[in-house]
């Protein structure tokens, strides 16, 4: 079957190729198979009355965002590593104004934005950490926008309990109030 020693080596070292080669696919298969995709932590999901454009233009703008959610859009420069910086207590001492410091990481115009997000100044120990939320808008009928707020990143222990249980209620209330600020069409 083999002419030579050096045939019959090379035939060994093919096999033996083949043999790694198929236990790296049989281990990545198996890695692949036990892995699981991130669930978020919150999850909200809110029929707009508008179209996607407008409901994008309200996440996206300075004057969006003060229509609905903040009172002091700082700085809203939606492009990836641009800021999201929403004041909330425009007073405040710096850096417990609201989402300082926050960026966007990901824009998909009319369909994805994806930014940072802090704690309140309540739960120092937390704030200058980040989650991600993600935001997907879609069209639906009647020229409605179906918008779903992913949150995700809240950490082990009580001071990021604390953080997901506020932000459990602050989400909902900012969807809740971007729906009224489009609920009478214009």
């Not at 049989?26 to 999850?43: G, K, V, Y």
């Amino acid at each position: 079957m083999f002419d030579s020693p050096t045939a019959l080596r090379m035939n060994i070292a093919v096999m033996l190729t083949i043999r790694t080669t198929l236990f790296s696919l049989a281990l990545m298969l198996m890695n692949a198979a036990a892995a699981q995709s991130l669930a978020p932590d919150i999850t909200v999901t809110k029929i707009i009355n508008a179209p996607v454009a407008e409901v994008w233009k309200a996440w996206t703008t300075v004057e969006g965002i003060e229509s609905f959610f903040a009172p002091k859009a700082a700085k809203v420069v939606a492009e990836p590593g641009g800021a999201f910086e929403l004041w909330f207590g425009v007073d405040l001492p710096e850096g417990t104004r609201g989402s300082e410091g926050c960026l966007f990481h990901s824009v998909v115009p009319m369909q994805q934005l994806v930014f940072e997000w802090n704690a309140p100044p309540t739960i120092p120990t937390i704030r200058k950490l980040r989650t991600l939320v993600y935001l997907d808008f879609a069209p639906v009928e009647d020229n409605k926008t179906s918008l779903t707020l992913r949150n995700f990143g809240y950490g082990q222990g009580e001071e990021w309990a604390k953080t997901k249980a506020y932000f459990e209620r602050a989400w909902p209330a900012v969807m809740a109030s971007l729906e009224k600020r489009f609920a009478n069409p214009r």
